[in-house]
């Protein structure tokens, strides 16, 4: 990237496992662009993940924290805060999991513990650490703070099984949340709703092929890559996007509002 456009910004980037997440090519983007990040994930993460060599890369610092618990993540901003010398300018929350996905669950054979596992760490999450920055006051005014979401939040899309409600909830928290941190603190909230894309949690999904490949065919500019969203989210950390707030912004190369394309008319 060209634009140093988060020179002198600080965040931290919650979920890059390895080199295909999205937060992974974000924190790259936002280093490119002169931001200064604390990176972190789950401990079990950190132990399987390969995120040492993005902390090298990007010369950041890493601290584990379950982004459930409320204890982590109130250590993890003090901790990023005294690191980074001052308040915050942009979090990316860039996490997701369904035990009912990974263990292969129909929708109508749930196991509710796992769903409500599996919607504490995708949806409620945002909430948990929403709440913490808001009361540490831990944001600079007209920083930016974003999640990912996916489009099955609001179409059906039958094997994306109970993460589909978990986004779903995820944006209405982004609203909701992102009401009080506007009003209070001048700090804008967004969910961006990425295209299906070839990660550990994408794969995770059951025939995310053939949803690649349908999307493809159904977006006029294609689908969008990890790459692309991460240079996407750094607009959404920058001064250029201040009065974006409250939205679910769709990142999938036009997918959200195409009924039908000529491609799949000529696939049928
Ligand atoms: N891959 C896709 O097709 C796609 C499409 C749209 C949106 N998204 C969303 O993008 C985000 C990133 O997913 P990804 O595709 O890069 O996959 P990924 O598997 O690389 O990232 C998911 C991350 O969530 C972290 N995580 C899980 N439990 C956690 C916990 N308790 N505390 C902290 N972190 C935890 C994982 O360790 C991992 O780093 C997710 O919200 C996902 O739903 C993905």
Redesign the pocket.
């Given at each position: 990237m060209k634009h140093k456009i988060l020179e002198g910004k600080k965040g931290i980037i919650?979920?890059?496992?390895?080199e295909?997440?999205?937060?992974w090519k974000t924190a790259e983007s936002v280093a490119d662009a002169g931001g200064a990040f604390v990176l972190t994930?789950?401990p079990v993460?950190l132990r399987m993940?390969t995120i040492k060599t993005l902390a090298k890369k990007t010369d950041s610092q890493v601290v584990a924290?379950?982004?459930?618990n409320i204890d982590d993540l109130n250590a993890l901003i003090d901790q990023a805060q005294e690191t980074l010398g001052g308040k915050l300018d942009f979090i990316l929350h860039?996490?997701?999991?369904s035990v009912n996905v990974r263990k292969g669950k129909n929708y109508t054979d749930l196991n509710h513990d796992w769903m409500t596992k599996g919607w504490d760490?995708?949806a409620v999450?945002f909430h948990k650490l929403m709440q913490c920055l808001y009361k540490k006051d831990a944001m600079n005014p007209w920083g930016s703070i974003v999640?990912?979401?996916?489009i099955a939040s609001q179409r059906t899309f039958p094997n994306y099984n109970d993460?589909a409600d978990n986004k779903a909830y995820l944006e209405s928290i982004a609203r909701s949340f992102g009401y009080f941190f506007g009003k209070e603190k001048k700090v804008r909230v967004n969910t961006i709703?990425?295209?299906?894309?070839l990660?550990?949690?994408?794969k995770g999904v059951e025939g995310?092929d053939g949803f690649l490949k349908y999307a493809e065919k159904m977006s006029p500019l294609g689908n969008a890559t990890?790459k692309e969203c991460a240079d996407y989210t750094v607009s959404l950390f920058s001064d250029y996007t201040r009065k974006v707030t409250l939205q679910n912004l769709f990142h999938d190369g036009g997918f959200s509002n195409v009924g039908v394309s000529q491609d799949i008319i000529d696939s049928l």
């Open positions: 919650f979920g890059a496992l390895d295909q997440s999205i937060a994930n789950a993460a993940g924290a379950d982004a459930t860039s996490i997701g999991m760490i995708s999450s999640a990912f979401s996916y993460m709703s990425q295209s299906p894309t990660t550990t949690a994408g995310l990890a």
